[in-house]
Antibody, heavy 117, light 106 residues
Framework: QVQLQESGPGLVKSSDTLSLICSVSGGSMRNFYWNWVRQSPVRGLEWLGYIYQTGSTNYNPSLRGRVTISLDMSKNQVSLKMKSVTSDDTAVYYC???????????WGQGRSVMVSS | DIQMTQSPAYLSASAGDRVTITCRAS??????LNWYQQKPGKAPTLLIYSASSLENGVPSRFSGSGSGTYFTLTINSLRPEDFATYYCQQGYASPRTFGQGTKVDI
């Protein structure tokens, strides 16, 4: 059974870089899109971007180039980096697996991140 | 960005009821529409993809329909475990966007 587990600091200072890792266990990372989605009371569910096994990426333009998603299939990990964070980036961050057009089929449990001033 | 608008935002129901949630897209998304269920403190889970296809393991009391800009999620014979928040999401264009959610409460 494939599982996704997010890890990383739960508290980040304003203007710093948020870094999270998603560890994938129980299955291959091939042939999937690996997404990051965040959720906050103010913004609701917000898609941040994805990376495919080829390394191709697609990001939400609203993030104005602050986000980088990378893939390390040798370690079964996907990472998220978001630079220049503000309090608006306080949210629960989810790692999500997607198969083509069939929706976000598998979610991690989420990592709560607070940005402090 | 494609805006997704759900209604109602809140729905009060009883076990055994049939409930319908609607989701409208600001432009056509064909059938690239997915539905999720989220319980408090948990991640969302996929219920329906491509507007009407039931995800593996999801009970058949859940069904989805629609195309273009108008979609519905129907839950027949509501069970206690169905009380949750439901979200629609479009996969037609980037950026992927979600509705604001519909909370189904007792």
């Amino acid at each position: 059974q494939v599982q996704l587990q997010e890890s990383g600091p739960g508290l980040v200072k304003s203007s710093d870089t948020l870094s999270l890792i998603c560890s994938v266990s129980g299955g291959s990372m091939r042939n999937f899109y690996w997404n990051w989605v965040r959720q906050s009371p103010v913004r609701g569910l917000e898609w941040l971007g994805y990376i495919y096994q080829t390394g191709s990426t697609n990001y939400n333009p609203s993030l104005r180039g602050r986000v980088t998603i990378s893939l390390d299939m040798s370690k079964n990990q996907v990472s998220l980096k978001m630079k220049s964070v503000t309090s608006d980036d306080t949210a629960v961050y989810y790692c999500v697996r997607e198969v083509g057009d069939d929706g976000f089929g598998l979610w991690g449990q989420g990592r709560s991140v607070m940005v402090s001033s | 960005d494609i805006q997704m608008t759900q209604s109602p935002a809140y729905l009060s129901a009883s076990a055994g009821d049939r409930v319908t949630i609607t989701c409208r897209a600001s432009q056509t998304i064909e059938t690239y529409l997915n539905w999720y269920q989220q319980k408090p403190g948990k991640a969302p889970t996929l219920l329906i993809y491509s507007a009407s296809s039931l995800e593996n393991g999801v009970p058949s009391r859940f069904s989805g329909s629609g195309s273009g800009t108008y979609f519905t999620l129907t839950i027949n014979s509501l069970r206690p475990e169905d009380f949750a928040t439901y979200y629609c999401q479009q996969g037609y264009a980037s950026p992927r966007t979600f509705g604001q959610g519909t909370k189904v409460d007792i």
